[in-house]
């Protein structure tokens, strides 16, 4: 089997549904985008491809679906600049390129529509349901991220930033050998967006030890809400991509304004926030903690503050919990809704089709 890499490119964020779709599609050379209805068997065939590569030997990402533990939206084959993906809602891909770069295969056209019609009525509701729920659970994460950002001001209130700055500062002397300087580096600056774990109906999910299987160095950063780990992040970002290494950038699932993990590729280093709800302690020999509550905050402000602390995120947590109630609740409503597609399909043709694209790929290894 080839290496295989597993993170999201969309996630069910505060901010409803974020793509980084078009980012992980960049520069590759041919897009196969699939088309078709729920249960059109997308995921199927994404998974298939994938299987019949990586048993050649080759190098896969997967992209996973932040809004079904179970499918996925997306592979991509690093090596041969080739991707398939889901282009249907909510991470709505177009070709760019059509016919030269990009291939759409419509499943749709397996799909016996006379059948879907006896069912309209059902499926109209299903889908605007389903839609709703959606919705439901954007505005409680909306709103989760406001009672977050109360705890963060708590917090701020004892911070340390130029101790914040100290920290920082000397973990890029860590991390950056003084030696090479930026002609000395051949290697290709190549800067990635992605998100490490996402939101789903059964709660969080991340990939932090899928991801940093080849860095030999992780440092693993603590600290309250407020304690500048993405700041920290940010800057050591800068710092490789100013020194020409390529960088991989991986956004807070819930927050896509920040930064939770960091790796550089070239240095073997993967710098990652390590607190709830991806929770992530040292298990590594090489793991080193990086503690910004301890460095960088007056301790006291759990003391004084201790209250306003609890009852704030006792808050956060139920709505964070309510979020996933309705994320779950919508992938219920879901499965409601591909059971009238699937009936409806020619799955002995998409088994072909699937085959097809895979023929098609392996050939280009060859």
Not at 20 to 44: C, D, M, N, R, W
Not at 57 to 80: K, M, Q, T
């Amino acid at each position: 089997m080839g290496n295989v890499k597993n993170y999201y490119a969309g996630s069910n964020s505060s901010f409803g549904f974020y793509s980084l779709y078009e980012e992980a599609v960049q520069g590759l050379e041919h897009l196969y985008i699939l088309k078709g209805g729920p249960g059109t068997g997308k995921s199927t065939l994404i998974r298939h491809v994938g299987n019949a590569l990586a048993e050649k030997g080759e190098a896969i990402e997967i992209l996973h679906c932040s809004s079904d533990n179970g499918s996925l939206d997306g592979v991509i084959f690093p090596s041969l600049k080739v991707g398939i993906v889901d282009g249907t809602a909510p991470h709505v891909i177009d070709p760019k390129y059509p016919g030269v770069v990009d291939c759409i295969v419509n499943l749709g056209d397996f799909r016996d529509d006379a059948m879907l019609r006896e069912h309209k009525e059902e499926i109209v509701e299903l889908t605007d349901k389903i839609e709703e729920t959606f919705s439901k659970a954007y505005e409680t994460f909306a709103e989760a991220r406001n009672v977050h950002d109360d705890l963060e001001a708590i917090y701020l209130r004892a911070m340390d930033f130029r101790e914040a700055h100290q920290v920082t500062e000397e973990l890029i002397e860590k991390i950056f050998p003084e030696t090479k300087a930026n002609a000395e580096i051949e290697q290709e600056l190549t800067i990635k967006h992605r998100f490490f774990g996402a939101a789903t109906p059964k709660g969080p999910v991340h990939f932090y030890n899928n991801l940093t299987e080849e860095a030999g160095k992780r440092y693993i950063v603590k600290g309250r809400a407020g304690s500048g780990k993405s700041t920290m992040m940010k800057k050591i970002g800068t710092h490789a991509e100013t020194h020409g290494y390529g960088v991989e950038y991986y956004y807070c699932a819930f927050d896509p304004e920040s930064i939770d993990m960091v790796i550089i590729p070239g240095l073997e280093t993967a710098i990652l926030d390590g607190t709830d709800p991806h929770e992530f302690d040292p298990n590594r020999e090489n793991d080193e903690v990086v503690d910004m509550f301890i460095r960088c905050m007056d301790p006291s402000i759990e003391v004084e503050m201790a209250d306003a602390i609890h009852e704030t995120e006792t808050s956060y947590k139920h709505l964070m919990k309510q979020g996933t109630r309705f994320l779950s609740e919508a992938k219920k409503l879901h499965d409601t809704l591909e059971k009238y597609y699937v009936e409806a399909m020619d799955f002995q043709s998409i088994n072909r089709k699937s085959r097809e694209v895979a023929v098609e790929l392996i050939n280009l290894i060859k």
